[in-house]
């Protein structure tokens, strides 16, 4: 509730009668709580009663609200305070939710009833954890190649000064953390550009596997490098062209990523498999979609990394990572973008028996 409801319950007149309390608390879609001048709760709205239970009416708020620091801020008011803040947590089992609760004084007479309104702030708190780990992560990223051209240009500076052939091997390694800098800022940019348009559906009509026919010719020269063979598969038994909605620049980020990861990870010398079908979804994702599966044949990846792939900075192998070029972050674009599109992004994997990526993405 903003402050000024608050204060407008403050100058409300108090010989109101008890239903007149209760439809004010219902009118708001935030939790609410009136504690009468014996400290009972005397009234409750449904999201509180959804939040606390039937039970806590008619009960004293000490026996329901048993978090010492909300308990310090109502005596406070009570004690003369016009309105106190605190914060409230309840463990579920989806996580911990926290409140922040503004309490408000209701004189009555010689005592004070309260009035108290839960906030749910626990979105703040995750996202102030998601900005504190994502600084702290791309510092990381970008200390590890700075360290390294700070002391090759030190070193060429001074005892390799002379030296043509450590030259060329260190400006070699500079280039390559260089490239590896301008990678991931690159990546930061694109996954700003792909968050901030999350919300904004496309509307461009798309032929699939137009988009991965363009897909496998960019990156034909690279697998041929690596002897991977490139296959395009296309289920033909539903009628019809595999067509969606949606933005081919975005669209064929996701594909040339996911065949290009496959290209790394599975392995030189072993097929890629990109196979479009198309099926009828249920649930979430209710009817017609087209699938594409994008398939290695290599090491596997461990069912317990499965879940977080698509995490920033997440990488199975950091040092084989790192190595092959990967920024972390390549995954984590993949998923806003199937997200605006309205898709599902689902991974399996078998250590031993490769993985697929399987873009799901509603059909036109």
């Known amino acids: 509730m903003h402050v000024a409801t608050l204060d407008k319950l403050r100058i409300w007149d108090m010989a109101a009668t008890d239903p ?30 959804l939040m606390l239970g039937d039970w806590i009416l008619d009960r004293n708020h000490g026996t329901v609200l048993r978090q010492p620091a909300l308990q310090s801020s109502i005596e406070e008011v009570q004690n003369g305070a016009p309105t106190a803040e605190a914060r409230f947590e309840r463990s579920e089992q989806s996580g911990v939710t926290e409140y922040k609760v503004r309490i408000t004084a209701l004189p009555t007479g010689n005592a004070r009833a309260l009035l108290l309104h839960f906030s749910d702030i626990t979105h703040l708190r995750e996202a102030e954890e998601i900005r504190r780990d994502f600084v702290a992560n791309v510092s990381h990223e970008l200390r590890t190649p700075l360290t390294a051209l700070l002391g090759f240009i030190e070193t060429l500076r001074g005892p390799a000064r002379n030296d043509p052939t450590a030259h060329d091997r260190f400006l070699s390694i500079m280039e390559d953390e260089a490239s590896r800098m301008n990678r991931l800022v690159s990546d930061l940019l694109s996954l700003s550009r792909v968050e901030a348009a999350e919300r904004m559906r496309p509307s461009d ?46 669209l064929m980020q996701v594909f040339l990523n996911l065949t290009e990861n496959a290209i790394k990870y ?38 317990l990394h499965l879940p977080r792939l698509t995490e920033r900075f997440y990488r199975v192998d950091t040092h084989r990572s790192r ?30 028996k490769g993985s697929t990526f399987s873009v799901i993405l509603p059909a036109t």
Not at 273 to 298: A, H, M, Y
Not at 328 to 341: M, S
């Open 20 to 49: 007149m309390i209760d439809a004010i608390l219902n009118a708001v879609p935030d939790p609410l709580l009136h504690i009468d001048a014996e400290g009972t709760i005397a009234s409750a709205n449904g999201p509180a009663l």
């Open 266 to 303: 599975g392995g030189p010398a072993k097929p890629v498999t990109l196979r479009i079908s198309r099926g009828e979804g249920r649930g979430l994702l209710r009817g017609p979609f087209v699938q594409v599966d994008v398939t290695d044949q290599g090491d596997g990846i461990d069912g």
């Open 323 to 352: 190595e092959m070029g990967g920024t972390g972050l390549g995954l984590a674009i993949v998923k806003h973008i199937v997200n605006r599109h309205r898709g599902r992004l689902k991974i399996t994997s078998e250590k031993g």
């Open 205 to 250: 009509v798309l032929d699939v596997e137009s988009l991965l026919q363009s897909s496998i010719a960019a990156l034909r020269p690279r697998a041929e490098e690596t002897g991977n063979d490139l296959r395009l598969e296309v289920d033909t038994s539903a009628s019809g062209a595999a067509e969606v909605i949606g933005e081919r620049d975005q």
